[in-house]
């Protein structure tokens, strides 16, 4: 009896172990950055806020007026910071002077003690939305202290915050003050801002997809009108690329590099005076609820100072537009996201000149299509483009390495607990019936 004691024991402790294991594992699993290229930095827009403080509206309110921004600016379009378009980071503007006080003050808190982070990064500065033309200074805070500051930026200034130390900091505090000439168009923002142990992490694009997502690039277009050409033609002059430009390089959109997408131009304005360039799809089959894409000029064309404009817009049945961009210069991105495609059977993704047509060959990175899920999924290694039939899923590591495809380590612990069980419940029956005949 006491064997079988000691064994059932030994069972049960396999048991917690797998268990255990298992849990940590999904976390690990949960935390996975797909962001990460080479750093060990810990993006302060994919992690949760302790409370934060802005222009009429904080943090403990039911309804806040205004909130900051993640990876985007008020406007939804990419943050820029003087002049530089950024993927992640925090969008914020300080609130009116308190009584008594010059300036007037914006704060994002967080709690960091269980990251075990040691330094901090950010590029700080006024962000595109507004006049531009107003001073402003950040300030990293750690439990109330201060760590590090800037001096008073103008519109077009930039400031590097890079290894500041936060080592034993439990409370870390982003402020942003209006300086010396009140709030007026104080909008900025916390460019790449990161904790880290050792180096920085470099944002790039990633071919992120979302649960039940679809990349248009890899998916058969149902027609389509570009610069002189349109799919109807027997020998088409030019043509919209996949995945690449018309220079056969990967797709750049304000500087940053996207291994997914469709590139096109427009064509001579028509009666209405603007240039058009159309991909169309048919969606019938597809059943997807939510469209992202980050647009922009590529880098083809348009160089030294010339300048070229143009727009975007997301078109479903008869024309109607679900989401549009502000009018883009050459380094400018916009974000299109979670624009509401449930129903649509037919989806144009439109570009359009405002000026002139000249140097606006342009693209729309990472165009997907998804379903449900809200939360960006691991990268997706697409195969053949031309098939989607040849898509297999892949995993990034927290150490930037790829497992395509296999069984999951988690699947692995599953099979292992439940094998013991098994074994456990025959061992015991068996022994307990040899017990009974004797």
């Not at 943090?59 to 939804?76: C, F, I, L, M």
């Not at 402020?175 to 944002?203: E, F, H, M």
């Not at 100072?305 to 975007?312: A, N, V």
């Not at 449900?372 to 691991?378: A, R, W, Y």
Request: glycine share 8%; proline share 4%.
């Amino acid at each position: 009896m006491n064997r079988l004691k000691s064994f059932l024991a030994c069972v049960l402790t396999l048991f917690l172990i797998g268990m255990t294991s298992m849990s940590a594992l999904a976390e690990g699993e949960a935390k996975t950055e797909v962001l990460d290229n080479g750093g060990d930095g810990i993006f302060l827009s994919d992690i949760e806020w302790e409370s934060w403080y802005l222009i009429d509206s904080n943090s403990t309110e039911a309804n806040p007026k205004y909130h900051p921004g993640r990876d985007v600016q008020s406007n939804e379009a990419l943050i820029k910071v003087a002049g530089i378009t950024y993927l992640k980071g925090l969008q914020t503007h300080p609130d009116w002077p308190k009584e008594g006080e010059e300036e007037g003050v914006a704060d994002i808190v967080y709690d960091i003690s269980s990251y075990g982070c040691t330094k901090f990064y950010s590029v700080v500065g006024k962000d595109s939305v507004g006049a531009c033309a107003h001073n402003i200074r950040f300030q990293v805070i750690g439990d109330e202290k201060v760590l590090a500051e800037t001096p008073i930026l103008g519109p077009m200034e930039s400031y590097t915050f890079e290894g500041v130390d936060i080592t034993g900091v439990k409370k870390l505090t982003l402020r942003a003050l209006s300086a010396d000439d009140g709030i007026t168009d104080d909008a900025c923002a916390w460019a790449n801002a990161q904790i880290y142990k050792n180096k920085p992490s470099v944002p790039k694009a990633t071919e992120e997809a979302v649960e039940d997502g679809v990349y248009l690039s890899d998916i058969d277009w149902a027609s389509w009108s570009m610069f002189e050409s349109k799919s109807t033609d027997a020998t088409p002059k030019y043509q919209p690329t996949k995945d690449i430009q018309e220079d056969g390089n990967p797709i750049v959109i304000g500087g940053v590099h996207y291994p997914k997408g469709l590139r096109y131009h427009p064509d001579q304005p028509g009666e209405d005076g603007q240039g058009i360039a159309d991909i169309t799809y048919d969606l019938t089959t597809y059943n997807y609820t939510r469209f992202d894409a980050i647009v922009g000029k590529d880098s083809v064309g348009a160089g030294g100072d010339r300048t070229t404009k143009i727009k975007f817009q997301v078109l479903g049945d008869n024309g109607e537009v679900l989401a549009e961009s502000p009018e883009l210069t050459n380094a400018q991105a916009y974000a299109f996201k979670k624009v509401d495609i449930e129903g649509v059977n037919t989806l144009t993704l439109r570009c359009l000149s405002v000026d002139d047509i000249r140097d606006d060959s342009c693209a729309w990175g990472n165009a997907k299509m998804y379903k449900t899920s809200d939360t960006p999924k691991d990268p997706v290694n697409s195969g053949d483009a031309s098939n989607t039939d040849s898509q297999t899923d892949s995993k990034t590591s927290s150490d930037g390495t790829k497992d395509e495809g296999g069984i999951q380590p988690w699947v692995i612990v599953v099979i292992v607990v439940a094998v013991v069980a098994v074994v456990a419940v025959v061992v015991f029956v068996v022994v307990k019936k040899k017990k009974g005949a004797k």
